[in-house]
């Protein structure tokens, strides 16, 4: 297996699922000829050519929409929005007919399409290029909301994606595009939708993240282990559903629980799994649970991205008010 880092892995799964399935199509702003603006799609255009990765207009809502049409007449279309920030204008499709045709159509059009965007922080992006509004999907039925943070897991994932049957929200964390890489299987291969990975055992406690928290999470548990506190690390993988047995488990196992993200504080996807395990895991947990987020603010410029958004010294003080309760 060669080692990349995620964005070849995202470039080497949309090639060998257009090799394998001519009815998968890319299009979004800078997708062909400049191969995307993270270079997610380089070289695309030059296998397959324009007919089935399009070079689109600015103009999401088009994108979207398009994406939509496409799904329904029968093809498999993989829609780049730049920035998650950018999505907003494409909103309305997404929320009003990608999401709802399934079930407007009595169960006769499904919506077998993606929309990729590189979300969060860490790269002390401008402004609109920043946000982790995840939380704005997953509250809408009929969507799947997906967010890798391995090269492995981006390749497996967006494999998966492509071939699901509905729509697809594919967020992928801009700080990990070349962040590190790993093995990555040549061939294609799929990740499940819907499934957590345990990232790292433990016995003490139980951190849960996606993303770009997923390096956090782990350089805190490896920080606390030298302190004997033996921290259990979930990879949520998947945001709408999420594996709920995976976690509960967890906490049944450990007591305690941590869950990090980037996004705001409030109605987030941490305020649902912390609700969950109160309803499901009361009486196993020994301390309250904790939230490690990001401010309720609207995502600040580079100068103060680092003060608002989680950093390990963050989760290493939540560990030990947990622990220490």
Same mark, same amino acid.
């Given at each position: ?10 470039? #080497? ?5 257009? #090799? ?11 997708? /062909?000829?400049? @191969? ?6 380089? /070289? !695309?255009?030059?296998?397959? @050519?324009? +007919? *089935?990765?399009?070079?689109?207009? !600015? ?17 498999? =279309? ?11 204008? /494409? ?8 999401? &709802? ?28 290029? +920043? ?16 967010? =890798? ?5 981006? %390749? ?17 964390? %801009? ?15 799929? $990740? ?7 990232? &790292?055992?433990?016995?003490?406690? $139980?951190?849960? @993240?996606?993303? @770009? ?23 949520? &993988? ?14 049944? %196992? ?11 504080? +409030?109605?987030?996807? /941490? ?10 895991? !009361? ?7 904790? &939230? ?8 600040? !410029? ?10 390990? #010294? *963050? ?11």
């Amino acid at each position: 297996m060669a080692r990349k880092s995620m964005i070849q892995a995202i470039n #080497e799964a949309l090639h060998q699922k257009m #090799e394998d399935d001519e009815t998968v199509v890319v299009l979004g702003e800078d997708v /062909g000829i400049d @191969g995307g603006v993270f270079r997610a799609t380089l /070289g !695309l255009i030059d296998k397959f @050519g324009e +007919s *089935r990765v399009m070079d689109t207009p !600015l103009a999401e809502s088009s994108i979207v929409g398009a994406a939509i049409g496409m799904a329904i007449n029968g093809l498999k =279309p993989v829609a780049e929005i730049q920035f998650l920030g950018f999505i907003y204008q /494409g909103f309305d499709q997404i929320l009003c007919h990608a999401a &709802r045709y399934l079930h407007r159509s009595q169960g006769r059009y499904s919506i077998p399409m993606v929309v990729r965007a590189p979300y969060g922080a860490g790269v002390k992006a401008l402004e609109h290029h +920043s946000e982790s509004t995840e939380a704005h999907f997953a509250h809408i039925p009929g969507l799947t909301v997906v967010i =890798p943070s391995t090269p492995k897991d981006a %390749k497996g994932l967006l494999i998966s994606s492509i071939e699901h049957p509905g729509p697809v929200i594919y967020l992928e964390p %801009k700080r990990l595009y070349r962040y590190k890489k790993e093995e990555v299987p040549e061939e294609i291969y799929r $990740t499940p939708i819907g499934k957590a990975e345990t990232v &790292r055992e433990g016995a003490d406690i $139980t951190l849960v @993240g996606w993303g @770009g928290m997923i390096p956090v999470m782990q350089e805190a548990a490896e920080h606390v282990d030298n302190e004997g506190v033996d921290a259990e690390v979930i990879d949520l &993988r998947t945001i709408l559903p999420f594996d709920v047995e995976t976690i509960t488990k967890s906490v049944e %196992k450990t007591g305690r629980l941590v869950i990090v993200h980037e996004a705001p504080r +409030s109605f987030g996807v /941490g305020a649902e799994i912390a609700a969950i395990v109160g309803e499901r895991n !009361l009486l196993h947990l020994l301390a309250p649970i904790q &939230r490690v987020t990001g401010y309720d603010i609207i995502p600040p !410029l580079s100068k103060l991205e680092d003060y608002n958004y989680p950093n390990s #010294e *963050r989760v290493v003080k939540a560990i030990h008010k947990t622990m220490e309760f």
